[in-house]
Each structure stands twice: as structure tokens, then as C-alpha cells.
């Protein structure tokens, strides 16, 4: 059964930081990895879905990176901001049609 | 494209009621997902459509639980006899399937049972 652990699941940084987001998945063999945004009792936004065949995917200030074969990724967030406040959760999907496996998320707050 | 949309946001309930959520997806996305999500934890799958087949459920979906989509387009989620354990969160996603089967979220309905 797929495991997905993220680290820190909280975090507090100055703005302006540069950060580093962690997630770690038992089973390699996946399809796929989506990073997610959650604020406080809202629904998810998608940030970056990164391919097995690929290392890494860029979105402005983002940037994730995977390593399928040692079962982890990151989130990278540079020059933070106070509106990067939220929890940030990351997914993996075994095959194109399962559902996604999530983390319990990192809660991030960056204080102006 | 108007984003994935759910209904009611919030619903507060007594134990033993009868509730039934919906969700909207994005108009060409022919897979629809439903999650629940608890306090702390990340979002836990629990059915899964492809047009108006329902072809994975969760252990977490229990006899109590329905769902349904009709013509393959929005989807009802029905919780019978509520229980206090069902209080959580309950998000849908939808996707076009495809090679990145990237999906995207509604912004949850909230459910209280009291």
C-alpha cells in the first residue's frame, strides 16, 4: 500500500526566505506526483504535476523536483511571501487511472 | 471554464439524517472523483466515475454511502443515517484523463454532524 510522508508538517519562516518542502513515497513505482495549495477550509489547487519521466517542473517562484527511484520529491519556493501562507500537500498516482495518494501536508507560514 | 463547483458549501446535520452533496465539474472533464478530507490529514479517496460509470470504490465508502452520476455529468454523493464520524470535509475533482490526468479540485462542502 502507497505511503505518502510529508516533512516538516509545519513550518515558519521570514519573508523573503528561500524554503524547501519534502515528500517522501514508499512505492516507486508511480505514474505521476501533483503539488497542491490548501488555505484554511478551502478546496485544493493544483501547483505542479510532475511526470515519472521527468525531474523537475517549473511555475514561477516554484519549482518541484522528483527522484522516482529513491521515492521523493520537493517543493522549492524562493523569496517567500506572507500570501504563500497555507498548507501545501503533495500526491502520487500508481497507474493514469487510479485516484491520488495524498500527504498529510505542510502547513507553511511566512511571517512579513 | 468555470472550475469545479460543489453544493451546498456547508451542511450542518443532526445524527441519523439523510444528506446528499453535489458537484459540477469542469464541462469536458469525463472523470470525477470524490475525497474526504479530515482535521490534519490529507484528503482519503473514496469513488471514482468515468462518465456515468462508477468503476473504484474506497474500503472508506461504506453501505451508508451512495453515488451517483447520472449522464455522465454532475454527481450526487449521499451519506444516509449521518454519524458523527462523517464529519469531515468532502472534495471533488474531475479530470480529462489523458496522459497527465492532471485533476482539479471544487471547493469542498463542509459537513458538521452534530
Keep these: 500500500k502507497q505511503e505518502v510522508t510529508q516533512i516538516p508538517a509545519a513550518l515558519s519562516v521570514p519573508e523573503g526566505e528561500n524554503l524547501v518542502l519534502n515528500c517522501s513515497f514508499t512505492d516507486s513505482a508511480i505514474y505521476n506526483l501533483q503539488w497542491f495549495r490548501q488555505d484554511p477550509g478551502k478546496g485544493l ?5 510532475i511526470q515519472s519521466s521527468q525531474r523537475e517542473q517549473t511555475s514561477g517562484r516554484l519549482n518541484a523536483s522528483l527522484d522516482k527511484s529513491s521515492g ?10 506572507p500570501g504563500d501562507s497555507a498548507t501545501y500537500l503533495c500526491a502520487v498516482r500508481r497507474s493514469g487511472n487510479t485516484p491520488l495518494v495524498f500527504g498529510k501536508g505542510t502547513r507553511l507560514s511566512v511571517i512579513a | ?14 445524527r441519523g439524517q439523510n444528506v446528499t452533496f453535489r458537484c459540477d465539474p469542469i464541462s469536458e472533464h469525463n472523470r470525477l472523483y470524490w475525497y474526504r478530507q479530515t482535521l490534519g490529514q490529507g484528503p482519503e479517496f473514496l469513488t471514482y466515475f468515468q462518465n456515468e460509470a462508477q468503476l473504484e470504490k474506497s474500503r472508506l465508502l461504506s453501505d451508508r454511502f451512495s453515488a451517483e452520476r447520472p449522464k455522465g455529468s454532475f454527481s450526487t454523493l449521499e451519506i444516509q443515517r449521518t454519524e458523527q464520524g462523517d464529519s469531515a470535509m468532502y472534495l471533488c475533482a474531475s479530470s480529462t ?11 469542498g462542502t463542509r459537513l458538521t454532524v452534530l
Excluded at chain 2, 471554464?1 to 443532526?14: A, C, E, Y
Design chain 2, 1 to 14: 471554464d468555470t472550475g469545479v463547483s460543489q453544493d451546498p458549501r456547508h451542511k450542518i446535520t443532526k
Design chain 1, 72 to 81: 521523493r520529491s520537493t517543493l522549492y519556493i524562493a523569496a517567500s511571501q
Design chain 1, 45 to 49: 489547487t493544483s501547483l505542479l504535476l
Design chain 2, 97 to 107: 484523463g489523458g496522459y497527465y490526468n492532471e485533476q482539479f479540485f471544487g471547493p
